[in-house]
Every structure is written in C-alpha cells, then in structure tokens.
C-alpha cells in the first residue's frame, strides 16, 4: 500500500522561504510522478506543479511559475516542494499526491499525503 | 485552459437521499474526469475516474457518468459518512466543489 508522509506544519515569515518534503513508502517511487496541491483555509482544491523522479522533471502552474520549486530524492524516495517570497496568501495547506500523468486512468491523484500547514504571517 | 464548473455550491440532503453533483467543462474533455471526496481536515479521496470507474474500495453508491462537457456524480442513498465536500477533476484543474450538508 503506498504512503505518503509530509513534514509538519510551519510558521514563517513573509518574504521568506518553505520547504516542504513528502516521504514514499510500499510502491515504486521513481514510476510515477509526485504533484503538490494547495488548499487556503475554505477554500478548493488548486495545483502547484508535479515532477517525474526518474527523469527529474518538474513542470509547475504558471500562477506559481518563478516560485515554486519541485525536486525529488531517489534513493531516499523523497519529494520536496520549496516556495519562496512567502506572503499571506500563501497560507494553506499543502498536499502531496501521487499523479498518474495521464496514464490509462488518466490524470488522476490516488494517493495523498495528509497535508503539511503553513502559516506566513509576521 | 479549460474550466471545471460544478453546481451545486452546496447541497443539503437527508440520509436515504439521492443526491447528484455536476460538473462542467469549458470545452470537451473526452471522459477524462475524477472525481474525490474530501472531509475537514482531511486528504481528498478518490472516488471515480474516466467520469464513470469506481476506485477501488469506493461503496457502490457512489456513481459517475457523462462524457464532452457535462458530468454527473451520484450518491444513491446518502450516508451519514457521505455529509462531505465534492470535487471534480480534468487534467490538473479542480472544480471549486460541492458541499453536501444535513438538511
């Protein structure tokens, strides 16, 4: 059974910097790709970006282009997501999600992680 | 970029109700929709995908259908487990969700 396990929850400061991290466990890490997925307080669903740990790729939303950065650790089968010049808005909690980029059941998210929350205030 | 619209916001329903969210496509997405349900505090859940396979483990009373632009999810008979917020999915946009209330 695939597992997701992210780091907890933050606090930081505007104009700073967080890094986010999500440990797989009980599948093939490399075989698929890892999205990250933000939720403001009350708020919907709203996607960041994805990369693909066996080629290294990451693709971000263009709204986060420029501020988000996604990179991934094989041998340790971790993801991180790192976004930087914090500001309020930016709080939410963030998830990440296994993505089945398109395969044969399409684009979907069939496991998460239970979500890591930061907070930017000053 | 397509749009995902679902209707209703919210929903209120009693326990035995059948209930039917829809969802909304700004331009034909084939059958390339999820849909997840997600309760406070908690990850979304995958329910349904390519608008009309139920995910493993999900109870039968939960159903989609459509095709193009316009879906459907449907809960039979709503369960007290089911009061929950809905989201549909195309590619890497959600709709902004259905809250399904007590009546």
């Known amino acids: 059974q695939v597992q997701l396990v992210q780091s907890g929850a933050e606090v930081k400061k505007p104009g700073s910097s967080v890094k986010v991290s999500c440990k797989a466990s009980?599948?093939?890490?490399?075989?698929?790709?890892i999205s990250w997925v933000r939720q403001a307080p009350g708020q919907g669903l709203e996607w960041m970006g994805r990369i693909i740990p066996i080629l290294g790729i990451a693709n971000y939303a263009q709204k986060f282009q420029g501020r988000v950065t996604i990179t991934a650790d094989k041998s340790t089968s971790t993801a991180y997501m790192e976004l930087s010049s914090l500001r309020s808005e930016d709080t939410a909690v963030y998830y990440c999600a296994r993505d089945g980029d398109g395969g044969v059941r399409g684009v979907i998210f069939d496991y998460w992680g239970q979500g890591t929350l930061v907070t930017v205030s000053s | 970029d397509i749009q995902m619209t679902q209707s209703p916001s919210t929903l209120s329903a009693s326990v035995g109700d059948r209930v039917t969210i829809t969802c909304r496509a700004s331009?034909?997405?084939?059958?390339?929709l999820a849909w997840y349900q997600q309760k406070p505090g908690k990850a979304p859940k995958l329910l349904i995908y390519?608008?009309?396979s139920l995910e493993s483990g999900v109870p039968s009373r939960f159903s989609g259908s459509g095709s193009g632009t316009e879906f459907t999810l449907t809960i039979s008979s709503l369960q007290p487990d089911d009061f929950a917020t809905y989201y549909c999915?195309?590619?890497?946009?959600f709709g902004q969700g259905t809250k399904v209330e007590i009546k």
């Open positions: 390519k608008a009309s």
């Open positions: 009980g599948g093939t890490f490399s075989s698929y790709a």
């Open positions: 331009q034909s997405i084939s059958s390339w």
């Open positions: 999915q195309q590619s890497r946009t």
